[in-house]
Every structure is written in C-alpha cells, then in structure tokens.
C-alpha cells in the first residue's frame, strides 16, 4: 500500500511541477543594439525619476558605443523592483543583446570586452 501512496504522490508532485513551468523559460524576443534607445524610451517614459536616470546611463553608453556600461546599466535597470512585465521582457532581451556584442568583441580582441567578460564570469 505505502509504494502506491509514494507513487500517487510522486504523479501529483510531477503534474503540478509540469504545469508550473509551462510558459516559462520561453527565450526572449530579439532586439537590435540600434532599437534599444528608442524602446527604451517607449517602455520607460512614465518610469520614475531614478528608473529613468538608469535609462539615461544606458542610452548614454550606447551612443559612446560603451558596450560594457550599457550591459550594466541594463542590468542594474532589470534588478528594479516596480517593473512591468513588458519591461522586463525587453529588458532580457537587450541585456541578451548587449552580452552578445560584448562577447564578438571580446573574441575580436577588445581588451575592455574581455575584461567584462571575466568580471562577469567571477561574479557567476
């Protein structure tokens, strides 16, 4: 009797695990370097004060082609508490982004991008 109890349990534990998870983990959506200012501006204009400063950090690091000051920027920006989904939605997706041209410039030889490369791999 006590296998079959374990084994029912075991069932119901499975199927709540499985649909918990459904829909999650879904990659996101990809965006261009060039598109991150302007959605950022979209996303982010009602946003309070210290919200659209990091917004600001962001979009400056972008223009200067700071690709290591974005990548924080955006980072620190997605650890916001008040974020909407969509935000944060796009938020994965340009940090994705960002991470993706600082490791092609890493492997191309930018000093500045290995080095963030190796910061972040310590921070893991």
Same mark, same amino acid.
């Given at each position: 009797? +006590?296998?079959?109890?374990?084994?029912?349990?075991?069932?119901?534990?499975?199927?709540?695990?499985?649909?918990?998870?459904?829909? &999650?983990?879904? %990659? /996101?959506? /990809?965006?261009?370097?060039?598109?991150? /200012?302007?959605?950022?501006?979209?996303?982010?204009?009602? #946003? /309070?004060?210290?919200?659209?400063? @990091?917004? *600001?950090? #962001?979009?400056?690091?972008? &223009?200067?082609?700071? @690709?290591?000051?974005?990548?924080? #920027?955006? =980072?620190? @920006?997605?650890? =916001?508490?008040?974020?909407?989904?969509? =935000? +944060?939605?796009?938020? %994965?997706?340009?940090?994705?982004?960002?991470? %993706?041209?600082?490791?092609?410039? *890493?492997? =191309? *030889?930018?000093?500045?991008? +290995?080095?963030?490369?190796?910061?972040? &791999? @310590?921070?893991?």
């Amino acid at each position: 009797m +006590r296998p079959f109890v374990l084994s029912i349990c075991f069932s119901v534990a499975m199927v709540i695990l499985v649909a918990v998870g459904c829909g &999650r983990g879904a %990659a /996101p959506k /990809p965006v261009t370097t060039s598109e991150i /200012p302007a959605r950022l501006d979209a996303l982010f204009s009602k #946003a /309070p004060e210290e919200t659209r400063l @990091l917004v *600001g950090q #962001a979009k400056s690091a972008l &223009r200067a082609n700071d @690709l290591s000051g974005a990548w924080v #920027a955006l =980072q620190t @920006l997605s650890e =916001q508490k008040q974020l909407t989904k969509e =935000q +944060r939605q796009f938020l %994965a997706s340009a940090i994705v982004t960002i991470g %993706a041209e600082i490791n092609k410039a *890493g492997e =191309q *030889g930018d000093a500045q991008a +290995r080095e963030m490369q190796r910061m972040h &791999r @310590l921070s893991k």
